[in-house]
C-alpha cells in the first residue's frame, strides 16, 4: 500500500503553519473493483504546538476521490493559499476564497483525470511570475504545467527533459522537490523512485529545459535498492547549500527485493558540487526502519531551524526536531501587490560582511543559511538563486518558513527584495535574530 502525506500550510493567513493530511480511502474486493474516497483532515495551529480540527469549517468534509497527497501553492496570485491534490487517477484542485474554504476548480484548470500522480511540486520554474506545477507519475510520464493569468494551464514535461529517465523510460515515481541545489540562479528538480531505479535529479540547464545528473552528483547508488517516498531540498545545518532528505518503505510486505521497513536517508550538499551521505549522523531516526511516506519541512516552533513531519504506513506520524545550533539568523514575510502577494520568485539578497548573500532561494517561504550569490550581479545588486517552492515530496508539502541564517553578526544591514513581476525593490533593517516583513501591500 502507498498511504498518503502530509501537508503544512497556512491556510487562514495567522503566521502558523497549520497541519493538513490526506484522508486516503477504500478499494473493495468486488469485481469491478469500488473506490471512494475518505475526506483529510485539516488541524488548525493555535501556537505552542496546540492544534484543532477544522476540516468541516473550511469545505473539506464533503465526499471526494481516493487521495494519495496535497500540496499548497496559490495558482492565481489573489494572496490566498490554494490546494493540489493528488489520487486515484484524479488530481483536483482547490481553490481558497480568502474566507477559510475551498472550492474545486479541476475541470476548467486543464489537469488530466488519467494521471497517476502520487509527487509533485509547485514553484515559479520559468520566471514569469505565476506558479508552474509538476507531477511525478508512478509508471507514467511527468508532467510540467506552466501556469498563466487564465486556464487551462499548459502541459510541456516530455519537452522540458524531467518526464523521463535518463534513457527515456517511465519510471515508478513517488517524491519529487524543486530548488536551486547548485547556486547557478535556476531551480533543479530531485525525485525519488521504485527499487532499482536511481533517483533521478534533474539540473535546469537553460529555462524550462533539464538534464539528469543524479550519479556525477553522488545519488546514482545509495538508495537504489530501496522504495523512495518523500523527499525534500532542505539546509539542515544553515551552510547556505541546499541538503536532501528522503523516506524509504516498501509497498510490497515480503515480496520485494528488499524489506519492506527500511531507513530513511539526508544528504549533505558540498558546496553544489556533490553530495555527501550524512545519514547515521542524522539523529536515531535515520538509524532505524520505517516504511516511511510522505515528508514536510517546516519550522514548527519559530526557531530559524528547520524542523521536519514524516508519515508512515500503519505507524504514527512522526515529528522530527532540529537540534542545529544556530549561528545567528533572521526571519522574513514578504508581500507583493502586483505579483502574487505570496511572491513566489522574489529576488532577496542580503549585504555581510561586505558579500552579497542570497537570503532565500527566492521563494520567501525557503529557510536555509546565508552564501555569497553565484549569480551575475544585476543592477549592483546580487541578483538571485533558483526559484523555490513551499510544495514538494511524496504527496506532501511544506508551509512558510521565513528566515535564513545570518552568519554572526547581529547587526547586518538591511535585507532587499526584488518582487518577481517586474516591481521596483523594497528594503528595510532586520537585525539578526528578529522576525520582520518586507511589503508592497497588504493582506
Known sequence: MVGGGPSLVDYDGDGRLDLLLTGGGTIS?????????????????????????????????????????????????????????????????????????????SRESGLRDEDRALGFVAADMNNDGWTDIYVANDEAANRLYLGGPSFPLREIGELSGAALSEDGAAEGRMGVDWGDFDGDGRGDLFVTNFELEDNALYRQEQPELFRHVSIPMGLGGPCRSLVGFGTGFVDFDLDGWLDLFICNGHVFYRTGRSPCRQPAFVFRNREGRHFDDVSRAAGDYFRRVHVGRGAA???????????????????????????????????????????????IGTVVTYEFEGRKMVIGTIDPRRRSGCRPARTRPTAGRASAVGRGSPERGLCSADGRPRGRSAGRDRRSPGPQAEFSA?????????????????GRGRR
Open 297 to 343: 519541512p517546516g519550522d514548527l516552533d519559530n526557531n530559524g531551524t528547520q524542523d521536519l513531519v514524516i508519515v508512515h504506513q500503519n505507524d504514527p506520524v512522526s515529528i522530527l526536531k532540529n537540534r542545529q545550533q544556530r549561528a545567528g539568523w533572521i526571519s522574513l514575510r514578504l508581500i507583493g501587490r502586483n505579483s502574487s502577494r505570496d511572491p
Open 422 to 438: 517586474g516591481a521596483a525593490a523594497a528594503a528595510a533593517r532586520h537585525a539578526a535574530g528578529r522576525r520582520g516583513t518586507i
Open 29 to 105: 474486493n468486488a469485481v469491478p473493483i469500488e473506490i471512494a474516497g475518505l475526506p483529510p483532515a485539516l488541524y488548525r495551529n493555535l501556537g505552542d504546538w496546540k492544534f484543532v480540527p477544522v476540516t468541516a469549517d473550511a469545505g473539506l468534509a464533503g465526499p471526494t476521490s481516493y487521495s494519495h497527497g496535497i500540496m499548497a501553492a496559490d495558482y492565481d496570485n489573489d494572496g490566498f493559499t490554494d490546494l493540489f491534490v493528488s489520487g486515484y487517477g484524479k488530481a483536483r484542485l482547490l481553490h481558497n476564497d480568502g474566507a477559510g474554504s475551498f472550492c474545486d476548480v
